[in-house]
């Protein structure tokens, strides 16, 4: 069924279908037929002490604002990462800013964070039905400059704690300048430890530890991911997440839209993201746990990312492409692996 409705939704625009789709969503859940989609079966999973339902997720991006949380929860994804959110709203880049590569199944955005700002996501945050894992993902405005990254999380970070369940730390977005510098030497441990400071503080006043992750770029080489890796543990940082989308056109060449500049993702990531998640888990070692993305289409492939080292799953382009099918059908696949690999836990 999911085909039909592709078919048309894949007609119009790509920002207007995925408008069109958000709507959509948010009248199956007030009418009640998302939830009857969204027979997941349970399978908790326990990962930077957070209980969650099944082990597969929405990666951010989708749901910027926080506008569609509660819907897009209830078609049985185990937890939503909403955002990216910067302290004060921003219109993104210039239209158009997504497109389609249909033979790739994959798409290039350079949305560049467009959203409604901080204090708009609180007050969508504060009507939570969704009672599987909220996370919130920030960044900084377009208009801060690097130099200044840390005021604009620590904004965010002051904001959301209260109403999060973890937080995500993006520094891996190609489509906000300078943004992806912050991931590596200095940088990132100034930012870091600066953000860790602020969770430490904000845990002691709210008597609640929010758990905080990392959001990586695929586009690193080994000694690159190393580095971040021993930045990661040395701050006590809860969780990464790998990766983001890529600024690779490899596999793709041949569609003309691959021109286009900002993010690949989709079935071209794929690898690349797997690549990452392995090196990771190599030098991580349990230490933090890794959510692994990019690429997941099919039960397969979420395998892969978990036989990869990753404790939880996020998917964004594959839903778009297959629709809410691919949850179940990740959840399903990804419990059976779990059930053939008891040694292989959840980590932290
Ligand atoms: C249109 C679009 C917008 C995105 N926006 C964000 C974002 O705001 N923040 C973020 O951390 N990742 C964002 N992403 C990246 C996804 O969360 C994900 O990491 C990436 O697309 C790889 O997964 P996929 O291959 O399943 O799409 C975006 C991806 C797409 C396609």
Request: aromatic letters at 6%; hydrophobic letters at 40%; proline letters at 6%.
């Amino acid at each position: 069924m999911y085909k039909t409705v592709r078919n048309l939704l894949f007609r119009l625009n790509p920002e207007t279908s995925h408008e069109l789709s958000l709507e959509c969503i948010g009248a199956g859940e007030r009418l009640g037929v998302t939830r009857l989609l969204g027979k997941v079966p349970d399978d908790p999973v326990e990962v930077m002490g957070l209980r969650f339902p099944n082990p597969v997720g929405l990666a951010a991006g989708l749901d910027k604002n926080g506008d569609y949380f509660n819907a897009l929860g209830s078609l049985g994804f185990g937890f939503v990462e909403i955002g990216t959110i910067t302290p004060l709203p921003q219109p993104g880049n210039a239209k158009p800013r997504m497109f389609r590569l249909v033979g790739n199944n994959a798409i290039i955005n350079r949305m560049g964070f467009n959203n409604k700002g901080v204090e708009h996501l609180v007050n969508q945050v504060k009507t939570r039905r969704y009672n599987g894992i909220l996370g919130i993902n920030i960044g900084k405005n377009a208009k801060t400059p690097v130099a200044e990254a840390l005021n604009d999380y620590r904004a965010c970070l002051r904001k959301v704690y209260a109403w999060a369940d973890y937080i995500t730390v993006n520094v891996s977005s190609p489509n906000t300048p300078g943004l992806r510098n912050l991931q590596f030497g200095e940088s990132l441990t100034e930012l870091l430890g600066g953000i860790k400071r602020e969770q430490r503080k904000l845990a002691e006043e709210q008597e609640r530890y929010v758990p905080i992750a990392v959001k990586i770029a695929p586009d690193m080489d080994e000694a690159e991911i190393a580095s971040v890796a021993e930045t990661l543990l040395k701050l006590e940082i809860d969780g990464v997440i790998a990766t983001n989308t890529t600024i690779g056109r490899e596999g793709v060449e041949t569609d003309p839209l691959h021109i286009e500049a900002g993010g690949l993702s989709g079935a071209p990531v794929r690898d690349k993201s797997t690549v990452v998640i392995a090196a990771l888990a190599k030098i991580l070692n349990g230490r933090i746990p890794i959510i692994g993305v990019g690429g997941i289409d099919s039960a397969e492939a979420a395998v892969e990312k978990m036989a990869a080292g990753a404790s939880l799953i996020q998917v964004y382009s594959g839903f778009i492409y297959k629709g809410p099918a691919l949850i179940k059908e990740c959840a399903q696949a990804v419990a059976q692996y779990r059930r053939e690999h008891p040694s292989e836990p959840a980590k932290p």
